[in-house]
């Protein structure tokens, strides 16, 4: 089994990284995971929090606001809805984003009330881990 596999973040603004990576730690929707080389197919949806890689020139963080991550044997594609690199998540970024997803809960019909607070608390959560 290969020792890397390849690794791309993109989101809606650009392509934020392409690189060879030993694992990829996700925050999937349905919880944290982990790609290595030779992972099983998988598609999942992201929910807001950081992904890390991890790779031959050390560890690098991201903060992703949601999308979908397909993992193959051969690598990780990351679609991110935003995402940024951790130096960029300032304060007043990340009140931004917190800003949005209290307006998604306000404005969210009833049948998604819950999601939406989960989005909520979720967001509120990343800024304390890369912040704080």
């Known amino acids: 089994m290969a020792d890397t596999m390849q690794f791309d973040l993109v989101s809606p603004e650009r392509k934020l990284t392409s690189v060879q990576a030993r694992e990829v730690r ?5 919880g944290e995971l982990t790609a290595m080389p030779g992972h099983s197919a998988l598609i999942t949806t992201l929910r807001p929090g950081i992904l890390t ?16 991550a397909e993992i193959t044997p051969e690598g990780v594609t990351v679609l991110a809805e935003r ?7 300032t ?4 009140a931004e984003m917190v800003a949005e997803a209290k307006k998604a809960v306000t404005e969210a019909h009833p049948s998604v ?4 607070a989960k989005v909520l608390a979720d967001m509120e959560a990343l800024g304390s881990h890369m912040l704080g």
């Open 83 to 89: 995402g940024l690199p951790r130096a960029e998540l």
């Open 91 to 94: 304060p007043a970024v990340h």
């Open 53 to 68: 890689v991890v790779g031959p020139a050390g560890t690098a963080e991201y903060a992703v606001t949601g999308g979908f």
């Open 113 to 116: 009330v819950d999601a939406a």
């Open 26 to 30: 996700i925050p999937g929707a349905e």
